[in-house]
Each structure stands twice: as structure tokens, then as C-alpha cells.
């Protein structure tokens, strides 16, 4: 989306903010609040313009939606905002910025374990919270989220850090698993196995494999398929190569996954374009462009994956509800500040 359009979005949002009465409805607009990062999202969105005439305004930002939406109240010019992480979508639930997404599509579509009980959000889109194993140094075909808090992986695991959406999700899950007293151990181990302090982002732990730094990290699927694919910094393609896909599990259940997902906005103007992108985004079309733009699972399970992705082999997503695992973020983030896990090894 251009610069453009987001200066668009944001003049209409300051007017909101100095009271006026609101004027966001259009019949030929849907306007957008997304976390994500714009090349993600933007050949749906296109696409989506291309089949309806209806167009996307989105503002994209790295944080204060949320709040924004809440503080402009009722003459938010919001229809839906788009996000990832659990966290996200629960803060969004939290703030009352929504309405109840009820379509048939996401009814019907959606598994439930990935809808809010309430419909406050829905998602869109999966992500698993792999490991990255060394091809050359790593020979264990099957390891287990609890695996790595014992002695085999001593000064052998890195990480981002333990504040991350990403590794509080993780930490929530095995909360929801195990509580926290287990977790709690669990975590002060899987830390003293730490070959430095937590840094960078999951790309950065697929270099430190490449480099010898570490033998096996925590990360994303859908890194790896935009480093294997990404023309513009090959190198991300060497880094990648040195790696392979473990797909852990709980001792019960599948492997951890967050989402990216959707909220359709309290006082959305536009609601009726709101839930046309919607029923988009969860239409076989929609869940293939994720699935091919993003490299992330399509959370409709008649949808295929990628060919990159598949190529990793099959992901049996953990069952848990992730509004059970988003009531355990508090919980998780307190852990990794009681056990300074960002400070790595201290034995």
C-alpha cells in the first residue's frame, strides 16, 4: 500500500481525534489497522481490490493500534484491524475494540480452536514455533519442547529474546501444558543451555547455526521460507541451507502455533467491505496467497500449504485453544523476568 494511502488513513484519523462527526463510510473503501509488515499482506489486499472494486486504505504501524483504536472511541475510522500473535488479538479482545465477527465463513472454515470464544477475533493464518537444527551437527530427528532443557544441549541452543510475542507464546503454551511450577524449571533449563544471551530475531538464529555460534534454535516456520526464496539477500539462502525443520511437540500434544488474525472493528464504518475481506481472506484463494506470499499454514485445512513448506513434512498443530494459551502471557512474561532469562546462562 503507499505512502500514500497511509497519509491518507492518518488525516482522517486526526480529524476523528479533534471530535468531528464521523465520515469514514464508503461504500468503495475498507480501512485497515495492521501490525504486519506491508509486502506480507499486500498482494491480498491487491487482490482483493482486483475482485470486489473495494479499496484497502490501510495505516500500518509496529505498535499503538490498538490503542489508537480505543481512544478514538467511536469515531474510529477503523474497520478491521490485522495482526499477528495471540497477544495481539487478546489486547485488542481486552480493549473492547471489537464486534463479534458472525460469518458463515469463518464458521464454517475456522477450527474453533482459533476463533475467540466471543468472536473477538478470528485467525487467518498459522505459524509454528519450530526449532532450527544444524544439518551437519544435528543428527536427532525427533526432539521435544522439553528436550531442550536437558544436558545433550548444554551451550548448544540460541534464541531471541525471552520477551518476544513469539517465545511468551511458546511459554504460555507449555504454562497451559504443564503450569507454571514445571515451566518454571523447564525454563531455567532450557536457559543455562543457552550458548550466549538471547539477541537478534529468528533470522539471526539461522545465522549463528551457519556460523557455528549454536547448534539449534527456536523459530518461526515461515522465516526459513522467506530466507530460502529471498532474491534480494542471497546470502539469507546459504544461512538456511545449514538448517533444517524439527517440528517439537508437547509430551501431549502437537506443536505449538501462533496466528496471524483479524478483527472486525467495534464502530467500523464500512462493516459490510470489513466482512467481504474477511470471507476473502478465509476463501481458498485468500489462504493460498498466504500460503504462497507468506510461506505460512493456511489455518483452513482443505487449503495446501506451500511447496516450500511441505517440503518440511507434516505439522500436527497442538490442540490447545489459543485463548487458553492467551491467558497464560501474563504468567509466561513474569517467568522470563523472574528467571532473568534474557541474561542467558548463569551457571
Request: aromatic share 8%; charged share 20%.
Amino acid at each position: 500500500m503507499s505512502l500514500k494511502s497511509i497519509a491518507a488513513i492518518s488525516l482522517i484519523c486526526t480529524t476523528a481525534l479533534m471530535g468531528a462527526a464521523p465520515a469514514y463510510a464508503d461504500a468503495g473503501t475498507v480501512n485497515i489497522y495492521s501490525y504486519r509488515q506491508p509486502y506480507l499482506i499486500e498482494p491480498l489486499l491487491s487482490r482483493f481490490e482486483e475482485e470486489t472494486g473495494i479499496k484497502p486504505v490501510v495505516l500500518f504501524a509496529d505498535s499503538g493500534l490498538i490503542e489508537r483504536a480505543a481512544a478514538e472511541g467511536e469515531n474510529s475510522p477503523a474497520d478491521l484491524i490485522l495482526t499477528t500473535d495471540i497477544g495481539n488479538l487478546a489486547a485488542a479482545k481486552e480493549a473492547g475494540i471489537y464486534q463479534p465477527i458472525v460469518l458463515d465463513s469463518v464458521a464454517a472454515r475456522v477450527p474453533s480452536a482459533y476463533q475467540d470464544p466471543d468472536g473477538a477475533w478470528a485467525a487467518m493464518s498459522l505459524r509454528a514455533r519450530v526449532f532450527y537444527a544444524s544439518a551437519d551437527r544435528v543428527s536427532e530427528e525427533a526432539i521435544g519442547y522439553d528436550d531442550i532443557a536437558g544436558p545433550d544441549w548444554k551451550g548448544r541452543l540460541c534464541t531471541r529474546s525471552g520477551q518476544h510475542v513469539y517465545n511468551i507464546g511458546l511459554v504460555a503454551a507449555h504454562i497451559a501444558h504443564n503450569g507454571v511450577d514445571e515451566t518454571r524449571e523447564w525454563l531455567a533449563g532450557v536457559r543455562e543451555n543457552l550458548a550466549s544471551k538471547p539477541t537478534g530475531g529468528d533470522r539471526t538464529q539461522v545465522k549463528s547455526i551457519f556460523s557455528g555460534a549454536c547448534d539449534l534454535a527456536i523459530g518461526n516456520t515461515y522465516y526459513m521460507g522467506l530466507m530460502l526464496n529471498n532474491e534480494e539477500e542471497p546470502e539469507q539462502k546459504d544461512w538456511a541451507a545449514a538448517v533444517r525443520i524439527v517440528f517439537p511437540t508437547f509430551e501431549e500434544g502437537g506443536t505449538h502455533v501462533n496466528v496471524s488474525g483479524v478483527v472486525l472493528a467495534k464502530n467500523a464504518p464500512n462493516k459490510a467491505n470489513a466482512e467481504k475481506l474477511i470471507d476473502f481472506l478465509v476463501s481458498d484463494e485468500g489462504q493460498s496467497l498466504y500460503a504462497e506470499t507468506n510461506y505460512e499454514y493456511p489455518v483452513v485445512a482443505e487449503v495446501a500449504p506451500s511447496d516450500t513448506v511441505k517440503a518440511w513434512g507434516a505439522l500436527v498443530p497442538d490442540p490447545t485453544p489459543l485463548s487458553e494459551i492467551a491467558s497464560h502471557r501474563a504468567e509466561a512474561s513474569a517467568l522470563m523476568d523472574e528467571l532473568q532469562f534474557d541474561d542467558g546462562p548463569q551457571n
